[in-house]
């Protein structure tokens, strides 16, 4: 099946030297291709929407539409379109942004010609394999063979692994955006577990894919059992598609549909944390349309609770070497009821603030056990504190859908650490407490 590619550059020169190198391409290697020019972003943008483009050699800086709002608007529509951006040698900065927002690679002008075709070799056959599902007689899940030749794989023996997977499923990578109430599953999978780490049992959580789900596995589930599992999942997540077998549970998670999710795309650069266990970092950021900052704390308001996050974020270095005293919780948990003191003010900020309360409140309670724990929690209280700052700054500075976009998050984590301080219950009549939500 043939391929159709467009090649966007207001400069005639430069227009003319791509269509010729991949017309040279496609007689020497016999390839179908069809070849669509543009003068601006805003005419590759139009034929989008009448023609089916693979892939684009889109220029940077044109007029009427830069390269980069084209990239932004045609990935929006057509996610699957590849976009390769090409610009000038020592254009670094844009050729970041064009990649943060849609663009898959960038080359370099003037072009090469044997470098080019390469490349276009290259491109070519991601668009070949791309959609490819091999029948994978290793896939773990208990649902199908056929999935994605890649995986993810957590190997879960403390609790900081645990909070790993929790952080990287809900905040750090991209499933937010592909699975509708994921959040529901990540709670029951964290209680899961930690259930399995009181028992001192190590499992493993696997992550296959196909064009239509997400498979998640979890192994060494015999201490519990099928039969507990599924009464569980009736009373906490019965929405689950679910299978179990003697020591292996698979859920099955529907993936949403383009026109379901939103495009990752905005204005500003997306600023995320760094992820500690893998060299991808994507952040979620909303349309451009629903992007707006919130006045909901006066200046000298928003100062003060400024002031706590930061004084926060030093009592916090202290947990992850053990090194809290009594008045450092004590100071941390003032800091808490301080901030949502502040947070009260607001009725947009009424569940972050009694968030905050219950979460000083349970670590007032359980002191000992938070100190003694002060390390393995570093963890989690440093997310929870990632997730607030994350928050400030997209509510005052950046722009978010709604003032309340991350209160879930938030919300559930906050419910997670107080989960945590409990005292460690090891029987069978104490399971239900665990998922307790």
């Not at 393995?376 to 929870?384: G, I, T």
């Amino acid at each position: 099946m043939g391929k159709n590619i467009l090649v966007v550059d207001d400069n005639d020169v430069n227009l003319e030297v791509i269509t010729l190198l991949i017309r040279q391409y496609a007689q020497e290697q016999k390839e179908s291709i069809e070849i669509f020019t543009a003068t601006d972003g805003k005419m590759a943008v139009d034929l989008c929407k009448t023609q089916q483009i693979d892939i684009i050699f889109m220029d940077l800086m044109m007029p009427i539409m830069s390269g980069i709002e084209a990239t932004k608007s045609i990935k929006a529509s057509h996610p699957k379109t590849m976009i390769i951006a090409v610009s000038a040698f020592g254009d670094e900065e844009r050729q970041k942004e064009m990649l943060r927002n849609g663009a898959e690679d960038y080359m370099i002008k003037p072009l090469n010609a044997l470098l080019f075709k390469n490349r276009l070799r290259n491109y070519l056959q991601l668009l070949k394999t791309r959609n490819h599902i091999g029948n994978k007689a290793k896939a773990r899940n208990l649902f199908t063979s056929k999935v994605y030749n890649y995986h993810m794989d957590f190997t879960v023996a403390t609790d900081a692994d645990l909070s790993e997977f929790w952080e990287a499923i809900l905040m750090r990578f991209d499933f937010q955006r592909h699975i509708e109430h994921v959040s529901d599953f990540v709670r029951f999978i964290y209680r899961l577990g930690t259930l399995q780490l009181q028992n001192k049992y190590k499992f493993h959580i696997l992550i296959e894919e196909d064009t239509e789900h997400f498979y998640f596995t979890l192994d060494n589930i015999k201490m519990i059992g099928c039969e507990k599992i599924s009464a569980l999942l009736l009373q906490y997540y019965e929405q689950a598609k679910y299978l179990c077998k003697e020591n292996t549970l698979s859920f099955s998670l529907e993936k949403m549909t383009p026109e379901e999710m939103e495009p990752l795309f905005s204005d500003a650069p997306a600023v995320a944390a760094p992820v500690q266990s893998a060299d991808l970092t994507i952040m979620q950021t909303p349309k451009d349309e629903e992007r707006r900052t919130f006045a909901i704390l006066e200046p000298d308001e928003l100062k003060e609770f400024e002031d706590y996050l930061l004084k926060l974020r030093s009592l916090i270095l202290l947990m992850e070497n053990s090194s809290l005293e009594t008045s450092d919780i004590e100071e941390l948990c003032s800091c808490f009821n301080e901030m949502a003191s502040i947070l009260s003010i607001s009725n947009d900020t009424y569940v972050l603030s009694n968030a905050l309360k219950e979460l000083s409140a349970a670590i007032l309670q359980n002191q000992e056990n938070f100190n003694e724990s002060s390390a393995q929690l570093f963890d989690f209280v440093n997310a929870f504190v990632n997730d607030l700052i994350f928050w400030k700054n997209k509510i005052f500075y950046e722009g978010a859908p709604s003032v309340n976009f991350l209160n879930d998050s938030i919300t559930s984590n906050a419910n997670m650490l107080h989960s945590l301080l409990q005292p460690e219950s090891k029987s069978d009549e104490d399971l239900d407490d665990i998922f307790d939500f």
